[in-house]
């Protein structure tokens, strides 16, 4: 316990004296919430999207109507009702329609969108020659900010996680520091393990400051628990530290790693939605996605933050992302080398 102590009080010190890493980990998320804060700050409304009720017991010629064929709304299909009435009350949609047993729109009677797609839609009937009939939504809007911040914070912790670990032990090898630790009575599972509580607790620090920060600048709404969230960023940091492990288990050039952990890194900040939702986006591009753990700890993180979910609701990402967790640390473990 003394030489993991040792090592771990070490790293901790490296990492709060490099000044210009740590003030970056904390300014730069800062940074995005107040850009993005005041970029969409506005009321200019031209985007419409429309989710559209498809029952899994349809019929197989499914009613229509010309409504769908609008053109500058995107429409996409769902099965489950009662999730698609919560997104509409929580603003992350813009209308729910649907065509069987009988016509039917939602709209959320706080929503600018929502009004303006019921001018359009009144009056339209269905191939059946039914017109729509109306149900009324109420619920908060979710601002764009209070949904970006579940993916910014996933994002930061990824960063953290593969660059503050996979780069850093990389260049341990590369400028001898893993050779001379080899040489003192410090086992591989002993530095391994030191690296990754280190940074785990640093990045569960840097977190809580950011979300404390953002709060109290940004004011973005929580509608779940605090202790479930803090879960989800344990577990999902754990996986993404694991992960650094796998990628400076052998790597010896620090621009080696550079590209390998730039190819790991920008697929999942740019696929995992933590900028955009990728409902309505290619079926192919959304089956991809599931194979990142920062979409299982984004999707996680937010379905607790603005749908206010439980742990049995988001069970499955935590399983997937400690299975990966698992798996990471095995190949990390067998793969590992001081030279």
């Not at 030489?3 to 300014?27: I, Q, T």
């Not at 329609?97 to 359009?120: A, D, M, R």
């Not at 977190?207 to 709404?221: E, K, T």
Request: aromatic share 12%.
């Amino acid at each position: 316990m003394k030489k993991f102590l040792a090592l771990l009080g070490a790293r901790n010190k490296e990492y709060v004296r490099d000044r210009g890493s740590m003030a970056w980990g904390l300014l730069f998320p800062f940074l995005i919430i107040f850009g993005f804060s005041f970029a969409f700050s506005g009321k200019n409304q031209d985007v419409f999207k429309v989710a559209v009720h498809r029952p899994a017991e349809a019929h197989t010629q499914s009613p229509t109507s010309d409504f769908l064929k609008t053109q500058y709304i995107r429409f996409f299909d769902t099965d489950n009702l009662d999730a698609a009435v919560a997104k509409l009350r929580r603003h992350q949609i813009d209308m729910l329609v649907t065509l069987e047993p009988s016509p039917k729109y939602w709209i959320n009677s706080s929503s600018p969108k929502g009004y303006i797609l019921e001018k359009i839609i009144t009056g339209q009937k269905t191939s059946h020659g039914d017109p729509f009939s109306k149900e009324i939504v109420e619920g908060r809007e979710i601002r764009y900010v209070d949904w970006l911040m579940a993916g910014l914070l996933s994002m930061n912790i990824m960063f953290s996680s593969l660059f503050g670990v996979g780069y850093v032990i990389v260049r341990y090898r590369k400028s001898g520091v893993l050779r001379r630790i080899k040489a003192t009575p410090v086992s591989a599972f002993e530095f391994l393990a030191a690296q990754v509580v280190s940074r785990f607790l640093l990045i569960l620090a840097t977190s809580a400051i950011v979300l404390a920060g953002c709060h109290l600048f940004v004011d973005f709404q929580m509608f779940g628990s605090y202790l479930n969230l803090f879960i989800v960023l344990s577990v999902g940091a754990l996986c993404l530290i694991s992960m650094a492990l796998v990628v400076a288990s052998r790597v010896a050039s620090e621009e080696f790693a550079g590209g390998i952990l730039n190819i790991l890194t920008w697929p999942m900040m740019l696929f995992s939605g933590v900028w955009f939702s990728l409902e309505g986006t290619n079926p192919v591009l959304q089956k991809v996605a599931q194979l990142f753990p920062l979409t299982h700890m984004v999707d996680a993180s937010r379905a607790i933050m603005t749908e206010g979910a439980g742990l049995a609701e988001i069970g499955g990402h935590l399983t997937v992302l400690a299975a990966l967790a698992v798996v990471f640390m095995a190949a990390s473990s067998i793969l590992f080398r001081w030279e």
